[in-house]
């Protein structure tokens, strides 16, 4: 599979970091394999069903804030196949604790080979990125194991819920901080400090990836919605049928708690408690959140995280990679369009 650079505005930068992510895909592709048949075609699965590899992507574009000569040294490719291995090995943990039974338009692997199975390819995979990461010294092994943690703690606290009397949906967000912007801030972190762009720079590139990272899973439950599938790999209102809570039911329950739902909203929430397994009905349900203005707030709520992110560049000096970056957030929410 042939992996290549998104429109990000700098055409030369572009062209600059595309070997490297041609190098990516090569050794992701080894980390993946390695072991008898049937392992390999388990842990291997995900990452041959493709795949976006934008933490990759953001990893070799921050970078260029350092020193050229180890913009696409070995450390810095390291890191960014450890990331991209990182996230492949959290989607077979996610699939089993969401009972996915499609991810990247693939059966998943739970849907494949059960959840056992499946809970072990993802240790498999983060093992191996661990061993990647060791060699890139004690530092970045520390700063990888933080955001393992900070990715198995957004999880659990997805499964636990809010305490009494919390925001719901502020609590979605730390979630959505801790699963999703956690890595993607490591993607970012990992490419300015391996390329000697200094402490100050990896931690403004840092809390970038953690905003965009947010950004992106607000805009994913829009597209859940406004879609046809094609675009998130899954039917329309799955997350519906599935009792699970993301953003726009969320909103609509933060309107209910303050007494300012209109009988539409209402009327939504009273759908979401009735049986949702015809597929007419799940139809209904998306068709009245797609007409709801609830799902035109989410959508600006992505748009607002994307430029929060954009603004925490400001520090940076104008150039290429700054152009990339501004353009690689536009990117996370363009898709709403």
């Known amino acids: 599979m042939t992996v290549s650079a998104p429109n990000l505005s700098a055409p030369d930068l572009e062209a600059r970091i595309q070997p490297g992510l041609e190098v990516v895909e090569r050794r992701l592709r080894e980390a993946v394999s390695g072991s008898r048949d049937l392992v390999d075609q388990l ?10 590899r934008l933490r990759p992507v953001l990893t070799l574009v921050c970078a260029q804030l350092g020193d050229p000569a180890r913009a696409l040294d070995e450390a810095v490719i390291t890191g960014a196949t450890a990331v991209e291995l990182t996230h ?51 530092e970045m092994v520390s700063h990888h194991a933080r955001t393992f943690e900070r990715l198995c703690i957004g999880q659990l606290n997805e499964t636990f819920g809010p305490e009494e009397g919390q925001d719901r949906v502020d609590f979605y967000i730390k979630v959505l901080a801790d699963k999703t912007g956690s890595l993607v801030a490591t993607a970012a972190h990992f490419g300015a400090w391996l390329s000697g762009a200094g402490e100050e720079v990896a931690a403004i ?19 859940d919605l406004a879609s046809n599938g094609d675009t998130s790999g899954k039917t329309p209102g799955t997350d519906l049928r599935e009792g699970v809570d993301t953003l726009p039911v969320l909103l609509l329950k933060r309107r209910l708690a303050q007494g300012t739902i209109d009988e539409d909203g209402r009327r939504i929430l009273e759908a979401l408690d009735s049986d949702l397994s015809s597929d ?58």
Not at 205 to 223: L, P, T
Request: aromatic residues 6%; without cysteine.
């Open 280 to 337: 007419e009905a799940l139809a209904e349900l998306v068709a009245a959140l797609r007409r709801h203005e609830v799902l035109e707030e989410t959508r600006q709520m992505a748009k607002d995280w994307s430029m929060r992110a954009i603004k925490t560049l400001e520090p940076l000096p104008e150039g290429e990679a700054k152009t990339a970056l501004i353009a690689f957030a536009h990117l996370m929410v363009d898709r709403l369009a």
């Open 88 to 138: 492949l090995a959290s989607l077979y943990h996610d699939d089993v604790m969401d009972s996915a039974s499609v991810r990247r338009g693939v059966p998943s692997a739970q849907h494949l080979w059960g959840n056992n199975r499946a809970i072990l390819a993802g240790d498999v995979l983060f093992a191996r990125a661990s061993v990647l990461i060791a060699a890139l010294g004690p």
């Open 205 to 223: 590139v840092s809390e970038f990836g953690e905003r965009i990272g947010v950004a992106f899973q607000i805009a994913d439950d829009v597209i």
């Open 43 to 52: 842990t291997s699965h995900l990452a041959l069903a493709g795949g976006k």
